[in-house]
């Protein structure tokens, strides 16, 4: 294994799957492509007709995610690279898993289950259903709050 892609939001169970993704990589001598897709400009009605709206939160939003990956990355000394795309959130990851040929993508999950994710759609599951390499989801632990 070459070359591993994570995909990463900056949620908690992204940056498992980004811990995840760099503990494989490390094992294997993997180098690693973090990915941030931010998506398109949108189309929104406000004061005066439509507009085109920038993602401004949606690139700071990049920025931090790509940043708490980078620094992942250097601490487990795990070569790496970073990708900012603008696009189709599942398209752009199998896309750039595709171009760099990647053995492997890595994505977190939600864990939303089953009747959330028929509803909702999901990024994960999306991927595994275009993605024409192996796809390894990781599923985040959910802790609980004590009750009293």
Known sequence: ???????????????????????????????????????????????????????TDGIDESESALKAAADAAEGADVSYALERI???????????????GADLIVVGSRGRGPVGSALLGSVSHGVVRQAKRPVLIVRGVRVLEPTS
């Open 1 to 55: 294994m070459k070359q591993i892609v994570i995909a990463t939001d900056g949620s908690q169970s992204a940056q498992e799957a980004v811990e995840f993704g760099l503990e494989l990589a490390k094992e294997q001598g993997a180098d690693v492509t973090f990915v941030h897709v931010v998506p398109p400009d949108e189309i929104r009605g406000g004061r005066g007709g439509s507009h085109a709206m920038t993602h």
């Open 86 to 100: 603008s696009g189709e959130t599942v398209d752009s990851i199998v896309s750039l898993a595709d171009s760099k």
